[in-house]
C-alpha cells in the first residue's frame, strides 16, 4: 500500500499542471535518481565490479533522500534544487567517473546529462553560474582521465566498458526524453491557456457587462478599421440614446435603471441583428 501511494504521488506531481515545472522536474530526478541508483548497483554487482565502484551509488542515494527530505516534508524546494545539483553533477557523478571506468565508461552521457539537468533545474544567474562549474568541472574529469590514466579505476572484464556505456546511455536517454516531455506537455499546456485567457479578455474589454453587446472600445476598433480599410462598401452609421433615463435612476432607483437600458438592448439587438 506504501509504494501504491508513493507511485499515485509521483503521477500526481508529473501530471498535475497547477504544480510548478521545476518542483515536478525536481520530484522525478529524486525519484528517478533512486531508480538509478538501484540499476546502476544491480550492474556492478553483476558485471562483478569492486565495492569502491558502487559507492557512489550509495552517495547518490543518500543525496537524493536527502533532497526529497528538503522539497517533500520541508518544502524548501529551492534548497532541494541545489542539493540535488551540487550534489549529483558536482559530486556523485565526478565520484562515478573516476571510480567506474572513466573515460572507457559510459560516463561522457552523464556528464552530458547533468550539465542539462542544471540548465533545467536551476533559474536566473544560478543557472548561469551552476552551469559554467559542471561544465569545467567535466571537462577537467575527461582531461584527467587522459592525462593521468592511473587516477581512474578501471572496469573489471571483457565486456564491462560496452555493458556500462549501453546501460548509462539507455538510462540517460530514457531519463531526458521524460524531463523533456515534461517541459514541453507544460509549455504547450501553458500556450493554450494564455491563449484561452486572451480571449477571454478581449471578450470581457470588449464587451458591456450589463448587457453583453459591444462596448465603446469595440465601437472605436470598428471605427479605426473601417477608417484604415481602402473598400469599406454600403457603410451606415446609426446614434441613438436612450430618453428618461435619469428620470427612472432618480425615482425607482439604478436597478429600474439597469433593467430599462438592458431591455433597450434587447430592443436594439433584436432591430439590428448582428
Not at 504521488?9 to 522525478?28: C, E, G, N, T, V
Not at 565486456?159 to 514541453?184: E, G, H, T
Not at 501553458?190 to 470581457?204: H, T
Amino acid at each position: 500500500m506504501r509504494n501504491k501511494a508513493v507511485l499515485k504521488q509521483i503521477i500526481a506531481y508529473l501530471s498535475d499542471q497547477s504544480i510548478d515545472i521545476r518542483i515536478r522536474m525536481l520530484y522525478f530526478l529524486e525519484y528517478a535518481s533512486f531508480g538509478v541508483c538501484l540499476i546502476g548497483t544491480i550492474f556492478m554487482i553483476l558485471l562483478k565490479q569492486p565495492i569502491k565502484a558502487m559507492v557512489p551509488n550509495v552517495v547518490l542515494f543518500i543525496i537524493s533522500l536527502i533532497g526529497l527530505y528538503f522539497s517533500n516534508v520541508k518544502k524548501k524546494y529551492d534548497v532541494s534544487t541545489l542539493i540535488m545539483i551540487i550534489g549529483c553533477a558536482n559530486i556523485a557523478v565526478p565520484w562515478m567517473f573516476f571510480s567506474a571506468g572513466g573515460n572507457d565508461s559510459g560516463m561522457h552521457m552523464w556528464f552530458l546529462f547533468s550539465v542539462v539537468v542544471t540548465c533545467m533545474m536551476a533559474n536566473g544567474k544560478v543557472r548561469f553560474f551552476m552551469s559554467a562549474i559542471t561544465i569545467i568541472e567535466d571537462v577537467i574529469c575527461v582531461c584527467i582521465g587522459q592525462l593521468f590514466p592511473d587516477a581512474v579505476d578501471p572496469l573489471v572484464g571483457e565486456n564491462a566498458a560496452f555493458i556500462d556505456k549501453l546501460q548509462s546511455f539507455a538510462i540517460a536517454c530514457v531519463c531526458l526524453v521524460i524531463m523533456l516531455s515534461i517541459y514541453i506537455i507544460t509549455y504547450d499546456n501553458q500556450s493554450k491557456k494564455l491563449e484561452a485567457q486572451s480571449i477571454e479578455l478581449k471578450n470581457m474589454m470588449l464587451t458591456d457587462v450589463l448587457t453583453g453587446m459591444f462596448n465603446r472600445h469595440a465601437y472605436y476598433e470598428e471605427i479605426n478599421y473601417y477608417k484604415n480599410c481602402d473598400k469599406t462598401g454600403d457603410l451606415v452609421l446609426v446614434a441613438m440614446d436612450v430618453n428618461g433615463l435619469k428620470k427612472i435612476n432618480d425615482m425607482l432607483g439604478h436597478a429600474s435603471g439597469d433593467d430599462y437600458i438592458i431591455a433597450a438592448a434587447k430592443v436594439i439587438n433584436k432591430a439590428m441583428g448582428q
